[in-house]
């Protein structure tokens, strides 16, 4: 890569070292129990649809929920980031062509997407989360605000089982999803990151709780699986998906790298089967690799 390409990811991609302190989660009494933040504004009734969380300090932003309210107990969150031109709906719209959002939704799961800030539409670049551009703000933590408040809520109000919060994100939602499992490892107990990753000529994002060896399942699809927002240079999602492999294998993550082939699209019918499981598999402070366990579900054309 030429050191011009190079300097124009970091414009892309950097996190300025001046700008915004990042919010504080409290400090882990127990490496392996996760650490709930609390609830800073009024938690608001959980409904299937999409329902308005507001924390203190930023802009009140809609998360679409899909559970079902006739299952008792707290349930297994699954909190995803959408992409670059996508909305909170497509992970659901997904499951529920492959006809797998019913059957979770029964068997205790809740799926929560956020909102992009709208002011995200207009910056440069209009990638949808702050963490996944270029800035030095005041707002450029706000989306882990959000999530934070949306998960106090949740786990508040019994709808989530603390011990199962597991992230996924697709394409600048996948890059999210990396940043927020780093930044939130207090209480991610999973990663899955599709044609997302790392971007290694960055740095490694701060992480929370070093001692939370979450597993992680990254998908990227082959030599294609390239993107560009104009007028920054293409991104090899093969490379930050290898970067992000290599990252927490180093740190004593057991993680799995699928190159579904398929370019830069969500996995096939076989990935999207694993994803899932995969959650099922990885509750909070599983270290060991879960892929024995994951049998046949986990795509042949994985690796660990």
């Excluded at 605000?145 to 998960?151: G, Q, S, Y």
């Excluded at 011990?163 to 999973?190: C, D, K, P, W």
């Excluded at 969500?266 to 509750?283: K, L, Q, V, W």
């Amino acid at each position: 890569m030429s050191r011009r390409s190079s300097l124009a990811l970091l414009a892309l991609f950097a996190l300025a070292a001046c700008g915004s302190e990042e919010p504080a989660n409290p400090a882990p009494t127990d490496a392996l129990a996760p650490v709930i933040p609390s609830a800073s504004g009024l938690c608001p009734t959980a409904k299937n649809g999409r329902v308005a969380y507001a924390p203190q300090g930023v802009v009140a932003r809609t998360v679409r929920l899909d559970f079902d309210a006739t299952v008792a107990g707290p349930r297994r969150l699954i909190l995803y980031w959408h992409a670059l031109g996508g909305n909170p709906d497509e992970f659901a719209e997904s499951l529920e062509a492959t006809g797998q959002l019913s059957d979770l939704l029964s068997d205790a799961w809740l799926i929560a997407a956020p909102d992009h800030d709208p002011a995200r539409d207009t910056a440069t670049p209009p990638l949808p989360w702050f963490l996944s551009a270029a800035l030095s703000t005041s707002t450029e933590f706000d989306d882990l605000i959000v999530a934070d408040e949306l998960v106090a809520c949740l786990v508040e109000q019994g709808l989530v089982d603390p011990n199962e919060i597991h992230v996924v994100g697709m394409s600048a939602g996948g890059l999210m999803a990396t940043q927020f499992a780093y930044r939130r490892s207090n209480y991610v107990a999973s990663l899955v990151s599709l044609s997302g990753g790392l971007i290694s000529l960055l740095g490694i994002p701060p992480i929370e709780n070093p001692d939370n060896h979450y597993p992680a399942l990254i998908f990227f699809g082959g030599a294609t699986d390239r993107f560009v927002v104009a007028p920054f240079p293409e991104v090899d999602f093969g490379i930050t998906s290898e970067a992000l492999r290599a990252d927490l294998a180093s740190a004593g993550h057991p993680v799995a790298l699928c190159d579904h082939g398929g370019g830069h699209t969500p996995p096939d019918a076989a990935g999207g089967m694993a994803i899932p499981a995969f959650f099922e598999a990885t509750p909070f402070g599983t270290s060991t690799p879960p892929w024995e366990a994951l049998g046949t579900l986990l795509p042949a054309y994985c690796a660990f």
